[in-house]
Structure formats: C-alpha cells, structure tokens
T-cell receptor, first 112, second 115 residues
C-alpha cells in the first residue's frame, strides 16, 4: 500500500474550517484514501474514504486532486471535540482489500 | 455505525502471568479481525490479522507464541498475551472488517499494565 505524508501538527480556531492535507504521490489506481481519527486513549474512528471523486458525509468532506496524488480532509466547523490525531491511509481496494497501516498522523488542536 | 467492543477496558497483571483480551463485533459479522498495539505517543502498529476459522497471520517481528490469537466465530476474536512482561504494557486495539470489506471498525482499546 502507498505511503502517505501528513504535517505533524495543525491548529484551528473553534467554528472555523479545519483543512488537513495528505500527500500520497505513489498511490495506485485501485487504492482508496481513508481518513480515521483517534481521540486520546480511544480506538480510531472512521471519518470518510474515497477513490477519485470528492466525498462528503455528516462528519467531513474529502477532496482528492485530479491526479490523486494528494487529498484534503475538511472539517467544516471545527469544535473542541475535534481535537485528535488524524490519520490519512491509502488502502488497496477491489476484490482483496488491503490492511489499514497507520502512519504518524496529524495532531489537530482546536482552540477556543 | 457498527460497534466493536473490547473486554476488559483495562487490566493490570503480574509479570509472568497470561492475559486474555476479547474483541466482539456487536451488530455485524466480521470475517476478518485485526489486532493493533500502540505505545505512548506512537502510532498504531498492526500485530496480526485473523480470519474466522483459520490461523492468524502475524506481522514481521511479532511473536506468535507470545501473542495467541483465536478467531473462533464471526463475532469474537481473542488475544492472549502469554508470560507477560513489563515491556508488553501497551494499549491493545482490535478492529473488525465487515463482510463487504469496505469498512473497518475499531474497538475502544484495552490498556494492559504488567507489573
């Protein structure tokens, strides 16, 4: 599975949009982009995933560039409870789904 | 969303004893379950993958005789840490993949402290 690169940490003001970038320049055609987050001392929580089209759900939006080499997770109105480590993961899809391999992620701190 | 539970949520044991951690998928069937370990201030590290009814596949560097995994049913997997030592103290997290394969759900984790 392709490797991802994320900034170590980011800050965001409460109520503003949080835009978390992820670079996955070696992504293959059958690999999906997944986002999970982990709040302190809890298990990871699924946020969203996509292949090549932009995706939106009740938690966030995922913007994938046309060449698929990078993506951005957008939390439209960040709250203090969104403070967490956010992981961008590239995972093989299709008939044989790949493992979820976690990198270091981005520590997002939402401040008042 | 689908729920994965773990029991116990935390456990303290003496060095040399064995500890069993249970992972259950509460409202879906999981043909594949995963076990991760996380040390303080580090990311999750995959330990092993288990498929229901077959032997687990361990990641490189993980001792299969020390970390025994049993996936006897579509809703239950267990991890037994045998002859635990203080360096095994960690946060153990299980994960279950539903039959579609798309999504993978994580349990809340088990904090193991070996004294």
């Amino acid at each position: 599975d392709a490797k991802t690169t994320q900034p170590t940490s980011m800050d965001c003001a409460e109520g503003r949009a949080a835009n978390l970038p992820c670079n996955h320049s070696t992504i293959s055609g059958n690999e999906y982009v997944y986002w999970y987050r982990q709040i302190h001392s809890q298990g990871p929580q699924y946020i969203i995933h996509g292949l090549k089209n932009n995706e939106t759900n009740e938690m966030a939006s995922l913007i994938i560039t046309e060449d698929r080499k990078s993506s951005t997770l957008i939390l439209p109105h960040a709250t203090l409870r969104d403070t967490a480590v956010y992981y961008c993961i590239v995972r093989r899809g299709g008939t044989s789904y790949g493992k979820l391999t976690f990198g270091q992620g981005t520590i997002l701190t939402v401040h008042p | 969303g689908a729920v994965v539970s773990q029991h116990p949520s935390w456990v303290i044991c003496k060095s040399g004893t064995s500890v069993k951690i249970e992972c259950r998928s509460l409202d879906f069937q999981a043909t594949t379950m995963f076990w991760y370990r996380q040390f303080p201030k580090q990311s999750l590290m995959l330990m092993a993958t288990s498929n229901e009814g077959s032997k687990a596949t361990y990641e490189q560097g993980v001792e299969k005789d020390k970390f025994l995994i049993n996936h006897a049913s579509l809703t239950l997997s267990t991890l037994t840490v045998t002859s635990a030592h203080p360096e095994d103290s960690s946060f153990y997290i299980c994960s279950a993949r539903d039959t579609s394969g798309y999504e993978q759900y994580f349990g809340p984790g088990t904090r193991l402290t070996v004294t």
